[in-house]
């Protein structure tokens, strides 16, 4: 086992196989960030919380719907 471990060790990978480009980390913007790292007891309006609210219902209405149909 050890000698075929040894011959497949040219073969390995050189690359790392995670890319960055994959993960659209990049992609985020201020706005996804500042919800992301906002405290528990939020700094924000109560019009900015609300609209984060509203979009959230909005993306569980679209699931709850598809999986229904």
């Known amino acids: ?22 993960s659209h980390a990049a992609a985020v913007t201020p706005e996804e960030l500042a919800e992301e ?5 939020t700094s924000h309006p109560k019009d900015l919380v609300r609209i984060r609210y509203d979009w959230l219902r909005s993306v569980a209405e ?4 598809l999986l229904a149909t």
Do not use: A, G, V
């Not at 086992?1 to 073969?11: D, E, G, P, T, V």
């Not at 790292?37 to 007891?41: E, L, Q, R, Y």
């Open 37 to 41: 790292f906002d405290t528990f007891s």
């Open 1 to 22: 086992m050890f000698l075929i471990r040894l011959w497949n060790y040219q073969f390995r990978m050189r690359n790392s196989p995670c890319e960055h480009k994959t």
């Open 62 to 65: 679209k699931i709850q719907l």
